[in-house]
C-alpha cells in the first residue's frame, strides 16, 4: 500500500475536539485545511491552533454545515494519545483508582487507537501507542486479580475492525494470565491480539459489507488479509517474531484446513493457536448483520462440538476453562 501526504492527516469534527477538550483541557495543536494542488497530491496548510483561546470559535465553526474540513497531523494525534490519555491512565493506577474503572478506560482508549488506524488515518504509526495500552491491561487483570465477568463487562460487540482487534487483544491478556505466562508473553500475546487483523484495512468495503454468499474473487481479497497483515507489521520493524506470526497464522486450523498455507497441529506457532481461538469466539459473540451475538456458553459449546480439527484441542479446552466463570 502506497502512502501519500494524506495518509498522515486526520479530518476531525465536532466530537473529536469535545474529547479532545475533556481528554486535556490544556492541549494544543495545530489544524490545517486541505488544498487542491492540480491533480496531483494534495497540499495541507495551517488553518489555526487549537488552544484555550480559540476553542469556541473553532469548535463552533467545524460544527457549521458550509464549514471547511479541518485536519490534525498525525504527530499531534500521537502526541494526544501518547501524552496525554495513556498518562492520564498510569496516573489513574499512581492515585490507586479501582482497576476495574481503570481497565474500561484503557479498553477505549485501545479501541480509539485502532479507529484512528482503521477508520481516520493511513499511516501505521498511531498502532505503536498499543505497546503502552497492552502493557496497563496487563497490570489492571493481573494486579486486580480481575475475573472474566469483568472482562465481558468491558468488551464490545460492534461488528467493527476496531472493537474485534480491541477485544482480541483484551481476551489474549486474560487468557494468558490464566494460563501463567510470563508477564512479558502475556503482553506480547496481547499486542497480538490488537494487531493481528489490521490487513483487513486492505480489503474492499464492497467485501465486508456484502450480505449475498461471496464469490471466488472475494474470498481471495479474504484469504490476503493474514499476509497483508503480516507485512505491514513487519515493515514497522519493531515488533516481534510471535506477532508477526500471529498475524500470517490465525487462520490456519488444526488439522491443515485453514489458509493462507494449509498448516497443521504444532508446525501453526502457539501464539497463533491461541488468536484463532480469540478470533472465532469473538466473532460468534459479537453482533452480526444476519445474527444476533452469542453468549458465552453458546459459542464455546460450539466451537468445542461444532468445529471439529478447527483448533488445538487442549488449547480451546483451557480456554473454555479460563471463561467458565462466566457462561451463562
Known amino acids: 500500500m502506497t502512502s501519500s501526504i494524506a495518509d498522515y492527516y486526520r479530518e476531525i469534527n465536532r466530537d473529536f475536539l469535545n474529547k479532545a477538550w475533556q481528554d486535556g ?3 494544543g495543536f495545530e489544524l490545517f485545511y486541505k488544498a487542491s494542488n492540480g491533480g496531483e497530491s494534495p497540499r495541507f496548510l495551517k488553518f489555526g491552533t487549537y488552544d484555550p483561546e480559540t476553542r469556541e470559535k473553532i469548535r463552533n465553526l467545524v460544527g457549521a454545515e458550509d464549514s471547511q474540513s479541518l485536519y490534525i497531523h498525525e504527530n499531534d494525534l500521537i502526541h494526544y494519545y501518547n501524552d496525554f490519555l495513556i498518562v492520564n ?3 489513574a493506577l499512581e492515585r490507586q483508582e479501582p482497576y476495574e474503572n481503570v481497565l474500561a478506560d484503557v479498553y477505549q482508549v485501545s479501541y480509539r487507537i485502532l479507529q484512528e488506524y482503521f477508520d481516520s488515518i493511513g499511516s501505521t504509526r498511531i498502532l505503536r501507542s498499543l505497546k503502552e495500552v497492552v502493557e496497563i491491561m ?7 486479580k480481575l475475573g472474566a465477568g469483568s472482562v465481558f463487562k468491558i468488551i464490545s460487540n460492534e461488528n467493527t475492525h476496531s472493537s474485534h482487534c480491541a477485544n482480541a487483544g483484551f481476551l489474549n491478556i486474560f487468557f494468558a494470565l490464566q494460563l501463567k505466562l510470563s508477564p512479558a508473553e502475556t503482553r506480547e500475546l496481547g499486542l497480538g491480539g490488537m494487531l493481528y487483523d489490521i490487513g483487513k484495512k486492505n480489503i474492499p468495503l464492497g467485501v465486508l459489507k456484502k450480505k449475498e454468499e461471496l464469490s471466488k474473487e472475494d474470498w481471495q481479497h479474504i484469504r490476503k488479509h493474514p499476509s497483508a497483515s503480516r507485512k505491514i507489521l513487519n515493515d514497522m520493524k519493531c ?3 510471535n506477532i508477526l506470526l500471529m498475524a500470517a497464522e490465525h487462520h490456519e486450523k488444526y488439522d491443515g484446513t485453514g489458509y493462507p498455507f494449509r498448516m497443521a ?5 502457539f501464539p497463533a493457536q491461541v488468536c484463532a481461538i480469540t478470533d472465532v469466539f469473538n466473532a460468534l459473540i459479537c453482533n452480526r448483520e444476519h ?3 452469542r453468549s458465552t456458553f453458546e459459542t464455546l459449546v460450539e466451537m468445542k462440538n461444532k468445529m471439529p480439527g478447527h483448533f488445538n484441542p487442549t488449547t480451546l479446552l483451557n480456554f473454555i476453562k479460563a471463561f467458565a466463570s462466566s457462561m451463562k
Open 138 to 144: 496487563q497490570l489492571c487483570m493481573s494486579q486486580g
Open 291 to 293: 445474527r444476533e451475538p
Open 239 to 241: 515488533y516481534s517474531q
Open 89 to 91: 491512565l498510569r496516573q
Open 25 to 27: 483541557p490544556q492541549l
Open 265 to 269: 497441529g504444532e508446525k501453526i506457532s
